[in-house]
Nanobody, 123 residues
Framework: QVQLVESGGGSVQAGGSLRLSCIVSKYTYSSSSCMGWFRQPPGKEREGVAR????????YVADSVKGRFTISRDNAKSTVYLQMNSLQPEDTAMYYCAAALTCTGSWAGYTYWGQGTQVTVSS
């Protein structure tokens, strides 16, 4: 069964930190070469935030969050994390994790999605 469950969202003041977790069903995780974090701010389109190659550990972080957000994974736990520091009001969004069977080097190809976790940053 395909299952991705995000957690760790919440409300925080500007400058604060949150750590998002995405627990993935073992079969889905072992079949997926890349995991990504996306976000959708209110009234805006969804955008890619960070992605990681689950086998080799290579990562990519969007310019908008570079230096503040870090993606990591724990293969033994089939879990992907997004550490978010120095949060700003513009980071307010629903955050989703997603799995791609093949790493495309882009934000395309993500087939399986979680339900999302809300992050709200107040000034």
């Amino acid at each position: 069964q395909v299952q991705l469950v995000e957690s760790g969202g919440g409300s925080v003041q500007a400058g604060g930190s949150l750590r998002l977790s995405c627990i993935v069903s073992k079969y889905t995780y072992s079949s997926s070469s890349c995991m990504g974090w996306f976000r959708q701010p209110p009234g805006k389109e969804r955008e890619g935030v960070a992605r990681i190659n689950t086998r080799y550990g290579g990562t990519y972080v969007a310019d908008s969050v570079k230096g503040r957000f870090t993606i990591s994974r724990d293969n033994a736990k089939s879990t992907v994390y997004l550490q978010m520091n120095s949060l700003q009001p513009e980071d307010t969004a629903m955050y989703y994790c997603a799995a791609a069977l093949t790493c495309t080097g882009s934000w395309a190809g993500y087939t399986y999605w979680g339900q999302g976790t809300q992050v709200t940053v107040s000034s």
